[in-house]
Nanobody, 127 residues
């Protein structure tokens, strides 16, 4: 397993941008698919984005497609989530998670398949 620490959350006005980072400790980071999930107040946890081990395959939750971009820097053991055109409904605690499961053609998306989770970072978007 790897240990994950999120950063970059904060308070932003609607239409603004934020960049979240997920830093991993441990070996063989490139063996893990990494995903971002979020849970808003009174809402269930939902998938935001996942990037495969190779970085060549990504998937996004329907509500963030076209606005968010996930990327990875294996040399730095880091995954980023670039969030643009933020909306009030994007307000949530954002968690990164890592999975050793390899799937094709899309990366793993079931939260139960993710072995390691970070503590979360709060993103608040004012309307």
């Amino acid at each position: 397993q790897v240990q994950l620490v999120e950063s970059g959350g904060g308070y932003v006005q609607a239409g603004g941008s934020l960049r979240l980072s997920c830093a991993a400790s441990g070996r063989a980071f490139s063996r893990y698919a990494v995903g971002w999930f979020r849970q808003g107040p009174g809402k269930e946890r939902e998938i935001v984005a996942v990037i495969s081990q190779s970085g060549l395959s990504t998937l996004y939750g329907g509500s963030v497609k076209g606005r968010f971009t996930i990327s990875r820097e294996d040399a730095k053991n880091t995954v980023h989530l670039e969030m643009n055109d933020l909306k009030f409904e994007d307000t949530a605690v954002y968690y990164c998670a890592a999975s050793a499961r390899e799937t094709w053609p899309l990366p793993v998306r079931n939260p139960a398949d993710f072995d390691s989770w970070g503590q979360g970072t709060q993103v608040t978007v004012s309307s």
